[in-house]
């Protein structure tokens, strides 16, 4: 070890620090910023080369590539203030009203997702008897309270096959990249599964809890906004990361271990940084990394949690963006996009027309379209080369909407490992994390595989575990 290094090394020894936390995701980011806003002195470390985590937003010329999510929803003030402290209000962006409209692909054509109550009984999405089934619903008795259902059974159960195979089917393909007859309806959905248990059925759960969240200030994410940046969903992610003081990309974590005896500083985390091995001391670790890495932290805490949470799965997903001047004959793309249920058997999940939706997406007079391909539907579809994706991606539009095989502009991110999935005994897990908490006082886990996997979610959780901590 030369001088320098072993005088940086010496350096940090003997750091200490209130809270560190390891990832810098958006859950990361936001416990970070949080934290430090609140007085605590903070160290952010993070294994990528860059933060930000999933989100990722670039321009290559004028055209806009959203590499992780494409935007998100308005469901809580403690998002909408986050943004606004963060200082890019300014740069936030609504849905435009021209994407109101979805559509689901049946019998392949693209049929208008109803949106109003007239619209649902004239649409031809769904057939009049699974229409007049509905009128069953609030008279089916709820499951027991420790009834263990898929989605798929759930659904089911209370709205028949042809809403499963229309409705449910392809939104858990647009929200997850999942498969609801895997998915928990407890874990994956739990405001449905509350729905039924609180309220005896979905639409008078529907009524009632309007009442309710207009209490607690949220919003259903039927109901609440749909907004990115002008310059992509990076904006809030690089704004939370420049005004956090103490931070390093990538640094490899080597050890998250629990000091002995009533020393203050419970826990000491060893990584390597520029060449150097560094130790640092803090109350309190958040570990803030996707599942099967967290697990790894956790070996020399908790060595019992890291098979646990390497159970967790997350399909691959590729996110294929292409550019098109309109020629003749294609589809107008006005509205929000389309999803494809399983039953129609495409090599897509779907599709959402970004420059309809969000303006300086492409330039003046293109078309931006975002394709979503894999998942749990089709994992292997998300795994081939960047090649055989793009291509994927480019029959499959031209089928659906008589866009060009040859593409003004093109570009693939491959996501080996994408959403985490909460599949059964998902809340089993959950609950072994909770023991590790308490068993371990000032270790948090915080991410997206726990409390929902949204922006919004991962910024509620993150409110969560500062709270418990700065208590």
Not at 144 to 170: M, T
Not at 315 to 339: D, H, Q, R, S, W
Request: aromatic share 8%; with cysteine.
């Amino acid at each position: 070890m030369d001088h320098f290094t072993k005088e940086l090394s010496t350096k940090h020894m003997n750091d200490r620090y209130d809270t560190i936390i390891l990832g810098a995701g958006i859950s990361g980011l936001t416990c970070a910023y949080l934290l430090q806003k609140r007085g605590q002195r903070v160290l952010l470390l993070e294994k990528a080369p860059r933060f930000g985590g999933a989100i990722r937003s670039a321009r290559e010329g004028e055209w806009l590539i959203e590499a992780g999510p494409n935007s998100t929803l308005e469901t809580n003030p403690m998002l909408t203030e986050l943004i606004r402290d963060a200082g890019v209000e300014e740069q936030k962006l609504y849905a435009s009203d021209a994407s109101k409209n979805r559509y689901i692909l049946r019998d392949g054509a693209l049929t208008p997702l109803p949106m109003t109550p007239p619209a649902f009984f004239k649409t031809k999405l769904f057939s009049l008897s699974a229409k007049l089934g509905l009128f069953k619903e609030p008279f089916i008795a709820p499951s027991k309270p420790d009834a263990q259902e898929s989605v798929a059974e759930f659904v089911k159960r209370r709205l028949g096959q042809e809403f499963l195979d229309y409705a449910i089917n392809p939104f858990v393909a647009g929200v997850y990249a999942g498969d609801p007859e895997l998915l928990s309806v407890r874990a994956a959905f739990p405001k449905l599964f509350e729905l039924e248990q609180k309220y005896g059925g979905l639409i008078k759960g529907q009524i009632k809890g309007a009442k309710e969240r207009k209490k607690s200030k949220e919003e259903s994410k039927q109901s609440a906004r749909m907004f990115s940046f002008l310059d992509g969903m990076q904006t809030l992610t690089d704004a939370l990361a420049n005004a956090i003081t103490e931070k390093r990309h990538s640094a490899d974590i080597l050890s998250v271990t629990e000091l002995a005896g009533d020393d203050a500083s419970r826990f000491t985390v060893r990584y390597a940084h520029d060449g150097a091995e560094m130790d640092v001391t803090a109350d309190a670790v958040i570990i803030a990394a996707p599942a099967a890495a967290a697990g790894a932290l956790s070996k020399d805490i908790a060595p019992e949690i890291t098979a646990v949470l390497e159970e967790i799965p997350y399909p691959p997903v590729a996110e294929v963006i292409t550019g098109f001047t309109p020629t003749p004959g294609m589809n107008p793309m006005e509205g929000f996009g389309f999803l494809i249920p399983k039953v129609e058997k495409r090599r897509i999940l779907g599709t959402i027309f970004s420059s309809t939706i969000f303006r300086k997406r492409a330039p003046e007079g293109r078309v931006h379209l975002t394709t979503f391909i894999g998942g749990m539907r089709q994992p292997e579809e998300a795994l081939r080369s960047d090649e055989e994706i793009a291509q994927t991606a480019l029959s499959e539009q031209h089928a659906l909407l008589g866009t060009p095989m040859k593409p003004d502009f093109i570009h693939v991110t491959s996501w080996k490992h994408a959403i985490p999935q909460y599949v059964h005994g998902h809340l089993e897990r959950m609950r072994a994390i909770d023991e590790v908490e308490a068993a371990h006082p000032g270790l948090y886990y915080c991410a997206n595989y726990r409390g929902g996997i949204s922006v919004g979610d991962c910024v509620k959780s993150a409110h969560g575990v500062v709270d418990q901590i700065t208590a």
